[in-house]
């Protein structure tokens, strides 16, 4: 498959706009016409998806997502002009964007269409072929994204493949021209290994624990009824949902009832409530339940808001009173636990945070900008939300990637184009040559008076 698109490739290796922007039509009308049987295939593979967070969170970042590179791949394309100094006259500088070639994406279970076309439409709009892993926890999206994909593209410019984690491990030893990896730090290490005997370049997009900070500047119930949103999207299987919150010690008893009251507000009920998504699978369900029962025989108190409502819809639950020692501190939890950790003020917050590996996101609730503008300058992440959460991700026009842990690279966007491209620089001269009055042999007059000129 990937010398058949590398063959491809070879035969029209600079794509006009024109043709990139076709593909990402027939993408995007494809997405649109076949929208329930995105929501039924989703909610097939966690056992209950909420219909409209597939829609908000899958179907609606796509499309957008295609909409606004399809406005700006021409200015994209364009040649970026350069200077020239001036002791390298006459002649012109410019950097050319050139498409990579093949494209590897690997594409994680939580949002198994978003963050396949995502990827999808950042290396289509920089004009390369792609090949999309799908995750093996999400069999049913997997197999409608490769029959619908089929019906649209070649599958010497976009094939999906399917499989076991034994599949997905020689995929990512492929010699890929870039290769984009979206799951867990520890086995985007293992990805990383792989790459490197081919000295493919990466993109990672991981995860780790993105802290929230509650401030005294913002009512308690807005700060929780926002953050409780944040986290109660997809039952908390979100890369940048709020791991853990920070919060004045004084206000930590009025957040448990404003957050629990919050939740409640958003579901009435979990038993049969059609808005309330599962967890993906069992294997999932049971590390959360055993990470919950160890941070509590470990002393912490443990609130859950809903009692268990079976299908795998765990309550969300808070819990206080809790130490670095337990797992819950150490893992990304990617669930519906949220632990409390409270300061005094705030230096002692954006220590707790420094302390720490640096993070895929950073949420701030407070409408001082003071407060604000020390946690910007003051703690690193890949992204940052003030007074929301997870927004940040949708915003086409802004980079999405971790930092360190958390990952590297960039993609969304113009930094998508950026990334799936090769930014060539070009410099030229014309008739006129006057690199010819530094030739050898050395030690002329008019080389003197060059050095005179440029080396001061």
Request: aromatic letters at 8%; hydrophobic letters at 45%.
């Amino acid at each position: 498959m990937l010398a058949r698109q590398r063959a491809a490739f070879a035969q029209n290796p600079m794509p006009s706009a024109i043709q990139r922007i076709e593909w990402l039509r027939k993408l995007r009308q494809m997405l649109k016409n076949h929208q329930e049987e995105w929501v039924c295939a989703i909610n097939q593979d966690f056992g209950n998806r909420s219909a409209d967070e597939t829609r908000l969170a899958e179907l609606m970042p796509s499309i957008l997502g295609i909409r606004h590179a399809c406005a700006h791949i021409k200015q994209w394309m364009r040649p970026s002009k350069r200077s020239v100094g001036m002791a390298f006259q006459p002649a012109r500088a410019q950097v050319v964007y050139q498409p990579l070639g093949v494209v590897g994406v690997i594409v994680p279970w939580n949002y198994p269409l978003m963050l396949a076309i995502g990827p999808l439409v950042g290396a289509l709009s920089a004009g390369n072929r792609v090949m999309l892993k799908i995750s093996e926890f999400t069999p049913a999206t997997g197999a409608l994204l490769k029959k619908r994909l089929a019906q649209i593209f070649p599958e010497d410019l976009v094939a999906v493949v399917l499989g076991e984690a034994d599949v997905a491990r020689a995929f990512s030893r492929l010699p890929f021209d870039h290769l984009l990896f979206t799951g867990s730090t520890e086995v985007g290490k293992q990805v990383m290994r792989a790459a490197a005997d081919n000295l493919t370049p990466l993109t990672l997009e991981l995860g780790g624990k993105s802290p929230a900070i509650i401030s005294h500047s913002i009512p308690i119930e807005e700060a929780a009824r926002r953050l409780a949103f944040g986290k109660a999207l997809n039952s908390g299987q979100t890369c940048i949902a709020p791991d853990y919150v920070l919060l004045p010690k004084a206000q930590q008893d009025a957040f448990v009832l404003a957050y629990k009251q919050a939740i409640e507000a958003f579901y009435p009920k979990m038993a049969d409530n059609p808005d309330y998504s599962s967890i993906i699978n069992e294997r999932q369900f049971e590390r959360l339940q055993a990470v919950l029962a160890e941070a509590q025989n470990k002393g912490a108190q443990v609130i859950r808001l809903f009692d268990k409502a079976g299908d795998r819809r765990m309550a969300h639950t808070l819990i206080l009173n809790i130490d670095d020692s337990m797992r819950l501190m150490q893992e990304e939890i990617f669930g519906p636990l949220l632990p409390v950790v409270t300061y005094e003020n705030l230096d002692d917050a954006i220590a707790y945070i420094n302390a720490r590996p640096r993070p895929l996101a950073l949420y701030y609730f407070g409408y001082d900008q003071e407060g604000q503008q020390k946690v910007l300058h003051g703690t690193h992440s890949g992204g940052v939300g003030l007074n929301e959460c997870l927004l940040h991700i949708v915003q086409d026009d802004m980079p999405f990637g971790g930092i360190g842990p958390s990952g590297m690279g960039h993609y969304h966007g113009h930094e998508g184009f950026l990334t799936f491209s090769k930014a060539k620089a070009v410099f030229s001269r014309g008739r006129f040559n006057a690199t010819r009055f530094i030739y050898p042999p050395y030690g002329r007059p008019l080389q003197k008076l060059i050095y005179k000129l440029f080396i001061r």
